[in-house]
């Protein structure tokens, strides 16, 4: 990793049981599950969903930000997401998403609005690949006894 790294804000996985994942984010709790016809048991969105609801989440919080900083209204703000799966690799490969535009804005706010909301972090993070690194560690002590 890159000098930045030292400062990378850090993201636990653990192994609940089957398909089951729990999160652990500056002291939050998510979890991750597959569905049932997938072999999970369904309790809980999927890796998939929770990346593509990062993004919608990111587009959405843009925009209000946006909508806010303008004193435009935010009620009704919502963003909708839908996407389509790819293989070989096994990828998100398409996502199509909806920016629900509250009643009040103006004509003349909504392509400025397009534009901040289209430039979110995780938005820009596809559009300008990370460096991604998968390692291997060795079990504590603690875990091979």
Sequence with gaps: M???????????VDHLSGDEFTIGVRGHRLTVDQPVDAGGRDTAPTPTELFVAGLASCVAFYARRYLAR????????????AYEMGSRPARVAAVDLRLHVPAGVPESRREPLLAVASHCTVHNTLTTQPDVVVRLTEPEAAEVA
């Excluded at 930045?4 to 636990?12: E, G, L, M, Q």
């Excluded at 004193?71 to 009704?76: A, D, K, N, V, Y």
């Design 2 to 12: 890159s000098a930045a790294a030292s400062s990378a804000t850090t993201v636990r």
């Design 70 to 81: 303008h004193g435009l209204p935010t009620e009704g703000l919502a963003v909708d997401a």
